[in-house]
Structures are given as structure tokens and as C-alpha cells.
């Protein structure tokens, strides 16, 4: 009998860039220090599929050929498949476990979609093109050592690393805003109105700017911007202006706007103890969280 075989994958936070990533935009992300395992058995039953969450409860389970709710982890392994010229299915079983919450919005698709292609050895950019009209971003975090810059090419990307060593870590706190949104369902709302050329452009500069702050200032103010510019754009107010004010530096919103986690800039004594005070949800500083 044949040992499992295991794999992981990170979880992602987009910086900066939402959005527009999807049309060109350059976009600043960072892999999480938490995301999903996959181990694999091999055996000659039809395949099936048993993921966990972060407290060890079953939330997708049965066989993949048969299970409606496995819709994705079916589309992921037939697209495999197809990358690889084969057409036999493979049997066993497998079994996923998440490292953080499922309604964080780190990325339970992105890493299913990431671990799938390793095991089944495919470009996970090339899987994610076949099953997804997201930009990739999170797909591409999901290996990544450390920050990187992404930038969509039709169906192809062109990732590089990001320098944030520079960065005020000790200032900044990731706040999750507590209403989580579905990614796909605020993408499709956006491109019923995407950013022209020019904003888009815009939007790369931003990517710029933010890795070259050295500052909580500089990183403070540059949050502040980018959340003006895209506010109305999306035609909504930004969800973290009220905490912005008494005593906050800054703060943006990051990935689908309004429900996920904000990023933070303070150097007030009290940050932590502010932040936690609105009863929103878990608040992180950045080492605990982000890779770099």
C-alpha cells in the first residue's frame, strides 16, 4: 500500500490593488503564515473527499464524482487533468484541514485550489485560470515565500517578490471587520463597472508607494489614499473611516471591501487596547499573521 502524501498552502492578504488586480493592476500581497493541508492516500475505492476546519469539523464531505457541494473540488481535478493529457480519475481518499477560520477570508478557495495542483502536479496559476475569473493573486501567495507583487496578463501573471523590510511592523495591526463577503459575488459587482486605464495606473502606483514606505506615517497616509481613491469607485464609503479616527493614524481595507480584515496604522501606546474595544473580531499585529 502506498504512503499519503501530504501538502500545504498559505493563506493571502491583498494590500493593495483590489480590484483592479483582476484587470492589470499591480497589485501588493502577502502569504499568510497559516493555510491548508492535503494529504492524500492512495487506494482503489472512487475518490473521496473529507475537509476539516481549524476546530476539526468536517464541512465538505463524500464523493467527488457524485456530491453537489464538491462542485469546485471536481472542477479543480477535472482541469488537472485535462493540464496533464490524462482522463483516469484518481481513487482514494483525501483529506483537507484549514488553519484558520473559513469566514476570515484568507483564502479556503485559493489554497484548495493550490494544494490540488501539487498534487496533481500543474502550474497552480495555470489550474487557477481554468476553474476561476479571479485575478490569481491569492493563488500565486499560496507558495510564495514572502511579499509579491502580481500583475495579470490576460491568463497569465507575472509575479516577482516585494521588499518590505522597511516596514513599520511594529505599528501595524490586522482588525477583522467582522461581516464576511464572498469574493466572487463583489468581484462580479465590480466589473459590471471596472477602472479604466488611467485608474488602473493609479492603482499600480499605489503598489509602488507602499512598499517603498519607511514610516508609519508614510504607510499611514498611503493607506488613507488608496481607500479615497477607491471609495467611489466601488460607489461605497470606506468601512474603516470611523476607525480611522480618535487618536488612528490611518487604515485601509483589504480584499472584498467591507467585510474581511482592515490593515491599521498606529503608534499610539493603546492601539491594541482601541482596536479591540469596537468588538469586531480578532485583532492581529502583522508578525503574527504575515510572512515578511
Known sequence: MKAPRHFFARGK???????GVVHG????????????????????????????DVHGNAWLQGVVAEDGALGLVRACI????????????????????LEFERHWGWGSSSTLIALIAQWLDVDALALHFEVSKGSGYDVACATAPGPLFFKRHGNHAHVHPADLRSWPTDALYLVYLGQKKDSQDALAKYLKKPMDAEALQTLSAFSERFE????????????????????????????????????YAGGKSLG?????????????????????????????????????
Request: net charge negative; aromatic share 8%; hydrophobic share 40%.
Open 212 to 247: 517603498g514606505a519607511t514610516t508609519a506615517e508614510e504607510l499611514a497616509q498611503a493607506c488613507v489614499d488608496h481607500e479615497a481613491f477607491l471609495a467611489p469607485h466601488l460607489g461605497i464609503p470606506s468601512p474603516v473611516e470611523e476607525l480611522c479616527q480618535n487618536a
Open 78 to 97: 477535472q482541469a488537472a487533468l485535462e493540464l496533464r493529457g490524462e482522463t483516469t480519475w484518481p481513487t482514494g481518499q483525501v483529506e483537507t484541514r
Open 256 to 292: 472584498a471591501w467591507g467585510g474581511d480584515f482592515a490593515l491599521m496604522v498606529s503608534q499610539k501606546p493603546n492601539a491594541l487596547e482601541y482596536l479591540q474595544s469596537h468588538d469586531l473580531g480578532p485583532v492581529f499585529s502583522w508578525k503574527e499573521v504575515c510572512l515578511g
Open 13 to 19: 492578504l491583498l494590500i493593495t490593488g483590489e480590484y
Open 25 to 52: 493592476a499591480k497589485a501588493l500581497a502577502v502569504p499568510t503564515r497559516l493555510g491548508q493541508h492535503l494529504t492524500y492516500t492512495p487506494g482503489a475505492d472512487a475518490l473521496t473527499w473529507t475537509a476539516l
